[in-house]
């Protein structure tokens, strides 16, 4: 349990420092033939800070829980 709960925490503290992910798609705009046109069409994904931390909050109950049974 201590493990995951590492992993956890790791993970809560990547999505509080990366609040956003960008990434691109290819979309066919005009098609004649066998030319094709093509568009890079960005898009984002945006969460909260608080999301981070609230996994962490978890992570670290995790690990808290397992000490205390030692």
Request: hydrophobic share 50%; charged share 10%; aromatic share 8%.
């Amino acid at each position: 349990m201590k493990t995951i709960g590492m992993i956890i925490v790791l993970v809560g503290l990547g999505l509080t420092i990366f609040t956003a992910i960008s990434y691109f798609t290819q979309e066919t705009i005009l098609k004649i033939g066998t030319v094709e046109l093509m568009q890079s069409q960005p898009h984002s994904l945006n969460w909260s800070p608080f999301i981070g931390m609230a996994i962490m909050v978890v992570g670290a109950f995790l690990i808290l829980r397992t000490r205390k049974k030692q």
